[in-house]
């Protein structure tokens, strides 16, 4: 029959589904009630009921629909869906996938999708960076107040004065880790949201052209995102809104302070410690402050609203808790170094490093790049006419 479309179902792709955390999905039918009383939805082809429909029908081309990412997660629809179908928790599996399908290489995609994986995963920067103190002569000698090596068997803590830059006396030393870290990190998220692009603007369900100035397109986007314009729509869990724009202002001033303290170091040849009231500093106390607080309050929301919202499973828990690491291991090696006790602080600072490395390295491959899909699906939404 003329016009006639054929539906495959990929049996496969419903199990990854159900696995990736939409374990309800096959418990909707499709009344609607999802759409009707999701606040950010753009009137046409709302979602997430369509998606939902996607999903059960094993259409994997649902992962190139821009409208997994303008859900913001917000859990109405799973508190009003007569099913129990949970809707939001599907949107939210389906947006891991989209992660894991765009980034490269896909094993290391699944692995850090994988608890069985998470020793692993930590064990590469604790190797790396351990690598580097050997290599540096700062692991397995003593140093002394001045940089001298005072004892030459067993692991020892530098001497005297408490500070972080003796466990890497050159400037590449921490640089060598992380400088090459973070270009691969950008490069993959580049690579992903470049393919991602490319895909949503040939497969997209609405078929429109993006239109329009680029530029001035993303910064309406960017001011969007920074407002939480589309998140504060969200009615169940709407302190979400403001949790998650205090841990966003901490990742914006820590990126200051890191950006300020390597144009120090490379530019201005300044040495750290800064003293205590020092701009740098207070803005880095703000910033961990802000990312804690933040940070915290997930947690305690997400707990609270477990039964209405769903928890989330291990993909969201295990970004949630690199955060946490990064703040309060930050916190805390400042504090045992502030305090002089020295045994605490340079094991913290290594904890610190590590939680650092693998919240960036592996960035692509975990909910740290919602970031970049969602920023893209919401200036294709804007450029396409969605009304978003
Ligand atoms: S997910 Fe629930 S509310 Fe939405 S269409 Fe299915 S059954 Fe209805
Ligand atoms: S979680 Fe919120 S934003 Fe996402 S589809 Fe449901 S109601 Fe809409």
């Given amino acids: 029959m003329a016009g006639e479309t054929v539906i495959k179902p990929d049996l496969q792709f419903v199990h990854q589904v159900i696995a990736s955390g939409g374990d309800t999905v096959k418990k909707c039918y499709q009344c609607d009630t999802c759409s009707v009383v999701c606040n950010p939805t753009p009137d046409a082809k709302p979602f997430p009921r369509k998606e939902m429909l996607q999903a059960q029908w094993g259409q994997k081309s649902v992962l190139k629909d821009p409208d997994i990412w303008l859900c913001h997660q917000c859990s109405d629809c799973t508190v009003y869906c007569p099913r129990g179908a949970k809707p939001g928790e599907v949107m939210n599996a389906l947006r891991k996938m989209c992660i894991q399908e765009y980034a490269i290489p896909p094993q290391l995609a699944k ?48 001497e005297g004065t408490i500070r972080f830059a003796k466990l890497f006396p050159t400037l590449l030393g921490i640089d060598f880790v992380f400088v090459p870290a973070m270009f691969f990190a950008v490069a993959v998220l580049a690579l992903g949201v470049m393919r ?16 329009g100035n680029l530029v001035g397109n993303l910064i ?47 530019v201005l040849h300044h040495e750290s410690p800064y003293f205590l009231f020092s701009p740098i500093k207070l803005m880095a106390m703000v910033g961990t ?58 094991p913290t600072y290594f904890l610190h490093l590590t939680s650092v ?32």
């Avoid at 490319?198 to 993006?210: L, M």
């Fill in 196 to 211: 991602y692009w490319k895909d949503i603007n040939e497969a997209s369900p609405f078929k429109t052209k993006v239109e």
């Fill in 111 to 158: 692995m850090v999708g994988d608890s069985r994986y998470l020793l692993l995963l930590i064990a590469f920067p604790v190797l790396l960076l351990l690598g580097v103190l050997k290599f540096l002569g700062t692991i397995g000698v003593n140093v002394g107040e001045h940089g001298e090596k005072l004892i030459h068997q067993g692991i020892a803590l530098p």
């Fill in 357 to 388: 490395f693998f919240l960036f390295f592996y960035a692509p491959y975990t909910k740290m790049a919602h970031m970049v899909y969602r920023t893209a699906a919401m200036l294709y939404a804007r450029m396409s006419g969605r009304g978003f």
């Fill in 289 to 346: 402050a802000a990312l804690l607080y933040g940070i915290f309050n997930i947690i305690k929301s997400r707990q609270a609203n477990a039964e209405q919202a769903g928890l989330g499973g291990y993909y969201d828990w295990l970004f949630i808790y690199v955060v946490f690491a990064v703040g309060a291991t930050g916190l805390l090696s400042w504090v045992f170094r502030l305090v002089g006790i020295r045994i605490l602080a340079y």
């Fill in 220 to 266: 309406a986007t960017l001011k969007d995102i920074l407002m939480h314009n589309k998140f504060r729509l969200c009615e169940t869990t709407y302190p979400r809104s403001t949790n998650h724009l205090f841990v966003l202002a901490g990742f914006i001033f820590l990126a200051i302070v890191t950006g300020w303290g390597f144009l120090n170091e490379w």
